[in-house]
C-alpha cells in the first residue's frame, strides 16, 4: 500500500482517480482553478498539474530535430518549445493553484520534468511528486525527487522491460520505498489494440509494487480493464471543453468525471474475492435447483423406476447424483404425486 497524504492507495482500497490539468487550462489561470474545483466536485481524488519550464525541458531551436514530424500526431510540424511554452502551468500561478486546491479538499501534487521544478514545488510541500514516462529515464531527475522523502509515482510508457527492471533497482539502492508504476501507452489519443492491460498483472508480479494506469485512450474501457486486472490508481486527463487545447482531444470532459468514477467502483467491487459457493444473496435461489421428485402416486412396496420418479425443480428432495442409486429401490411408504423424495421413504 502506497500513502499519498492521508490518502491510502492499494488493492485492498477503492481505485483512486488522479484527474490530470495537463496543458488544458489553456493558458488560463481562471481555468485551471475551475477545473480544479470541478474535479473536487465530481469525485477525483487528487489533481495533478505540470510543472516546468519550457527552457529545462527542451532548447528553443528550429532544428529538425526539435519539430514534431509524426503525421499521426495532434501537434504535427509544431516546434517543441513553443508547445511547451503553450502548455507549461506558470510558476506564478502556483500559490493560487495549491490554495484552491486546498480550499476545495482535493489532493494536489505535480509531474516534475526538470529539477529547478522540485526545488521550487518544495516551497509548497506537495505529498508527493510524478515523473512522466518520457522522463523515466532522467535518473538525475529521480534521485533529486528520492531526496525529498515524498513518494513517487513513475510511468513506463515506452520503456522495456529491462528499462523498467533498472529502474526499479535504482530505486531501491537509492532507498526509495515509496513509490509505484503505472502502466502506459504513450501516443496520444492511444488506441485499444496498443494498450496490452494484462502487463498491469504481470507488472505487480514482478516489481511487487502499486501499479496504476496512466490512460491516454478514448472512454472508461482501457481504466475498466486497467482495475480488473489490479490497476489500484487510474490517471486521466481532464478538460473542460474536448475541442479546444493542446491535450483536450484525449481527455475526458470534467464533467463526466463522477460517471467515470461510479464505473472504476462498479468494475472494482465486481472483482471482490476468490470465492466458491452461494453468496449471501444467491443463497435464496438454491431452492430452484434441481432434485428427486416422485412423478406419479407410488404405493408402499413399488419400485422406484424413471417413470415414476423424476429430476425436476425445486431442490427439496434429494439430490440428483443419487438417482442411479435409487432407482429398482422399493418406497417404504405410499407416496403421493409431486412429494420430494427422502431417503427415509426408501428401504436400503
Given at each position: 500500500m502506497l500513502k499519498i497524504g492521508n490518502l491510502k492507495i492499494g488493492n485492498n482500497q477503492c481505485p483512486k482517480i488522479i484527474a490530470e490539468i495537463s496543458a488544458n487550462h489553456n493558458q488560463s489561470?481562471?481555468?485551471?482553478?475551475?477545473?480544479?474545483?470541478?474535479?473536487?466536485?465530481?469525485?477525483?481524488?487528487?489533481?495533478?498539474?505540470?510543472t516546468y519550464s519550457p527552457e529545462n525541458l527542451t532548447l528553443d531551436s528550429n532544428k529538425k530535430d526539435f519539430i514534431i514530424d509524426d503525421l499521426k500526431s495532434p501537434w504535427h510540424k509544431k516546434k517543441l518549445f513553443d508547445l511547451y511554452k503553450i502548455g507549461e502551468t506558470p510558476y506564478k500561478w502556483h500559490k493560487e493553484i495549491f490554495r484552491v486546491a486546498k480550499k476545495n479538499k482535493i489532493i494536489l501534487f505535480a509531474s516534475v520534468f526538470d529539477e529547478a521544478s522540485v526545488d521550487f514545488?518544495?516551497?509548497?510541500?506537495?505529498?508527493?511528486?510524478?515523473?512522466?514516462?518520457?522522463?523515466s529515464n532522467h535518473y538525475p531527475l529521480i534521485k533529486k525527487i528520492i531526496k525529498t522523502k515524498k513518494p513517487i509515482l513513475i510511468s513506463t510508457g515506452l520503456n522495456s522491460l529491462s528499462e523498467i527492471n533498472s529502474l526499479v533497482k535504482f530505486l531501491k539502492k537509492n532507498k526509495c520505498t515509496k513509490y509505484a508504476l503505472l502502466k502506459c501507452?504513450?501516443?496520444?489519443?492511444?488506441?485499444l489494440k496498443d494498450l496490452n492491460i494484462k502487463t498491469i498483472k504481470d507488472m505487480k508480479n514482478k516489481f511487487n509494487c502499486e501499479i496504476g494506469y496512466s490512460d491516454h485512450?478514448?472512454?472508461?474501457?482501457?481504466s475498466n480493464s486497467a482495475i480488473h486486472y489490479?490497476?489500484?490508481?487510474?490517471?486521466?486527463?481532464?478538460?473542460?471543453?474536448?475541442?479546444?487545447?493542446?491535450?483536450?482531444?484525449?481527455?475526458?470532459?470534467?464533467?463526466?468525471?463522477?460517471?467515470?468514477?461510479?464505473?472504476?467502483?462498479?468494475?472494482?467491487?465486481?472483482?471482490?474475492?476468490?470465492?466458491?459457493?452461494?453468496?449471501?444473496?444467491?443463497?435464496?435461489?438454491?431452492?430452484?435447483?434441481?432434485?428427486?421428485?416422485?412423478?406419479?402416486?407410488?404405493?408402499?412396496?413399488?419400485?422406484?423406476?424413471?417413470?415414476?420418479?423424476?429430476?425436476?425443480?425445486?431442490?427439496?428432495?434429494?439430490?440428483?447424483?443419487?438417482?442411479?442409486?435409487?432407482?429398482?429401490?422399493?418406497?417404504?411408504?405410499?407416496?403421493?404425486?409431486?412429494?420430494?423424495?427422502?431417503?427415509?421413504?426408501?428401504?436400503?
Open positions: 489561470l481562471n481555468k485551471a482553478i475551475e477545473l480544479i474545483k470541478k474535479a473536487s466536485k465530481n469525485g477525483a481524488d487528487l489533481v495533478k498539474i505540470q514545488l518544495e516551497t509548497f510541500n506537495p505529498p508527493a511528486y510524478k515523473v512522466a514516462s518520457f522522463e501507452t504513450s501516443s496520444y489519443p492511444a488506441k485512450s478514448l472512454g472508461y474501457i482501457a489490479g490497476a489500484s490508481f487510474i490517471e486521466k486527463h481532464i478538460c473542460l471543453d474536448n475541442k479546444k487545447g493542446i491535450d483536450s482531444k484525449f481527455s475526458l470532459n470534467v464533467t463526466k468525471l463522477k460517471e467515470f468514477k461510479n464505473q472504476l467502483l462498479e468494475t472494482y467491487i465486481s472483482i471482490g474475492n476468490i470465492s466458491y459457493g452461494a453468496t449471501k444473496n444467491e443463497r435464496s435461489y438454491l431452492k430452484f435447483r434441481r432434485s428427486i421428485y416422485c412423478a406419479k402416486n407410488i404405493l408402499k412396496g413399488e419400485k422406484l423406476t424413471k417413470n415414476n420418479i423424476k429430476i425436476v425443480r425445486p431442490s427439496y428432495g434429494i439430490e440428483p447424483k443419487y438417482f442411479d442409486k435409487i432407482l429398482g429401490k422399493t418406497a417404504k411408504v405410499n407416496l403421493k404425486f409431486a412429494t420430494a423424495l427422502k431417503w427415509k421413504y426408501i428401504k436400503k
